[in-house]
T-cell receptor, first 118, second 110 residues
Framework: GAVVSQHPSWVICKSGTSVKIECRSL??????MFWYRQFPKQSLMLMAT?????????EQGVEKDKFLINHASLTLSTLTVTSAHPEDSSFYIC??????????????FGPGTRLTVL | DAKTTQPNSMESNEEEPVHLPCNHS???????IHWYRQLPSQGPEYVIH???SNVNNRMASLAIAEDRKSSTLILHRATLRDAAVYYC???????????FGGGTRVLVKP
């Protein structure tokens, strides 16, 4: 089956530093990947759509200069949280759809990255 | 995006069936009905999807109302590992984003 990985699985950083999270599709190519954020006891909230070779599309209310997304290859998208603050502490999850599952938009999710900003 | 409505939580005993309802009265003709579940501290995983007909797979069954305005996910024999939040999501064309609602938290009692 299709596998999406994320690295790191968890990260603790100091306020004001930047953190990069990687999302990889291990056995398929993905022209589009999605980035979600999930606060404790809440549902997933879509942050942005990452498009290979072009700019990401951000959801309303998500600061594109704070959450930098780079989709440089068909198997890798990165999310960089710049100048992180404690309120950015959250569970970040990515997803992608293998070409064979695209007709009905089945998405495969990564295991998530837990970010804690001190 | 068409919206779905689910109960906040449901309880079940182990080895018993669980029926999870979902209302989606504003569904469009091209929307697929997707179910995902999320175990604690993990990313969501696909459970099942359907368009008009009922569907079965190794994880669950999906019963879709004739008017498509509601559906029910059926876990035939709940196990402790089925304890998770189950999300009912409508999705249109390929590449469309998924919009997660609150989902239903399923508790399985031994």
């Amino acid at each position: 089956g299709a596998v999406v990985s994320q690295h790191p699985s968890w990260v603790i950083c100091k306020s004001g530093t930047s953190v990069k999270i990687e999302c990889r599709s291990l056995d398929f190519q993905a022209t589009t990947m999605f980035w979600y954020r999930q606060f404790p006891k809440q549902s997933l909230m879509l942050m942005a759509t990452s498009n290979e070779g072009s700019k990401a599309t951000y959801e309303q209310g998500v600061e594109k200069d704070k959450f930098l997304i780079n989709h440089a290859s068909l198997t890798l998208s990165t999310l960089t949280v710049t100048s992180a603050h404690p309120e950015d502490s959250s569970f970040y999850i990515c997803s992608a759809t293998p070409p064979l599952r695209a007709s009905y938009n089945e998405q495969f999710f990564g295991p998530g990255t837990r970010l804690t900003v001190l | 995006d068409a919206k779905t409505t689910q109960p906040n939580s449901m309880e079940s005993n182990e080895e018993e069936p669980v029926h999870l309802p979902c209302n989606h009265s504003t569904i469009s003709g091209t929307d697929y009905i997707h179910w995902y579940r999320q175990l604690p501290s993990q990313g969501p995983e696909y459970v099942i999807h359907g368009l008009t007909s009922n569907v079965n797979n190794r994880m669950a069954s999906l019963a879709i109302a004739e008017d498509r305005k509601s559906s029910t996910l059926i876990l035939h024999r709940a196990t402790l590992r089925d304890a998770a939040v189950y999300y009912c999501i409508l999705s249109g064309a390929a590449g469309n984003k998924l919009t997660f609602g609150g989902g239903t938290r399923v508790l399985v009692k031994p």
